[in-house]
């Protein structure tokens, strides 16, 4: 499936859309639910769950959609999928609770396993970011929209290199890759904003040694790769592949604009404790 220029719009349009909807709860009381997984739920999460699923099958209902909040749709279908919407309502729920303004909407398109056109919405920050593998990648802000690209991890001698990690997630894991590292400066920032900064070339990794799932993480990789850049697997050194098993669940990852292996050892560390 290609995204062509009139759909991008459309689709980017209707994210923001969803984005206003969300920045509207954010701005009242909201009641926060537990889940299964003991993770939070708001009416935010199913305001913008049903926003970015009616649009999607509006502009491409020949699509199957699969959402966070979606119900359960078994592997056996799924796997028959070649292309499909993988969507995060609110992409930090948490960070939306503790009014931050770190929370992301979500949207990437998977063709065979492989993430190739992804929208990140920042509401708070009013920052949108887009990717596409035949198109690059591109941030929109008040200043207007502009390409944007990975950049070289420099020598050790040349500047201290910007490490982004959670807040919340995996903090002893990070705490020790960065430990191994030469001079360096470490940022903590929650959703997938972190994976957007490797993109737009404000950070140079993003090592993420704990938990996540294939719909946290695809839309910014779509941006990530289309920046020029990488999200791989922190065991094989291979791209994340979606719908490749019964399970959502990620393997641990490493996001960074070079597939250099000068933190290779570092990461190695960190997966051994």
């Known amino acids: 499936m290609t995204i062509d220029e009139p759909l991008r719009r459309e689709l980017i349009r209707g994210v923001l ?23 939070p739920l708001t009416q935010a999460d199913m305001a913008s769950h049903h926003a970015l699923s009616n649009l999607l099958q509006r502009l491409t209902p020949e ?6 909040e979606s119900d359960p749709i078994a592997y056996e279908t799924r796997r028959q999928w070649s292309c499909y919407w993988l969507i995060d309502p609110l992409d930090g729920t948490k960070e939306f609770v503790r009014r931050n303004g770190e929370f992301t909407l ?3 398109l998977i063709d065979n396993g492989v993430p190739v056109f992804g929208i990140v919405h920042a509401p708070v920050l009013d920052v949108t970011w887009w990717g596409d593998a035949e198109q690059g990648a591109f941030k929109i802000s008040a200043e207007g929209e502009r390409a944007i690209h990975v950049r070289e991890l420099p020598a050790a001698d040349e500047r201290p290199w910007r490490i982004v990690g ?4 995996g903090v002893g894991a990070f705490d020790i890759f960065c430990d191994q590292l030469p001079s360096h400066e470490r940022v903590s920032m929650g959703s997938s904003l972190k994976l957007c900064l490797v993109a737009e070339g404000a950070a140079d990794l993003y090592p993420r040694l704990a938990p996540t799932c294939e719909w946290d993480t695809a839309a910014a990789q779509a941006v990530v790769t289309a920046a020029g850049g990488y999200v791989l697997d922190a065991e094989t050194l291979q791209p994340l592949r ?32």
């Open 242 to 273: 979606c719908n490749q098993q019964d399970s959502t669940l990620n393997p641990f990852f490493i996001v960074c604009g070079q597939s250099s292996a000068r933190w290779e050892k570092a990461l190695n560390v960190a997966l051994s404790v």
């Open 166 to 169: 959670s807040r919340l997630h």
């Open 106 to 108: 979500n949207v990437a």
């Open 17 to 39: 859309d969803a984005g206003q909807r969300v920045l509207q709860i954010y701005a009242q009381d909201f009641s926060v639910e537990t889940k299964a997984d003991d993770s």
């Open 63 to 68: 699509v199957p959609i699969l959402s966070e």
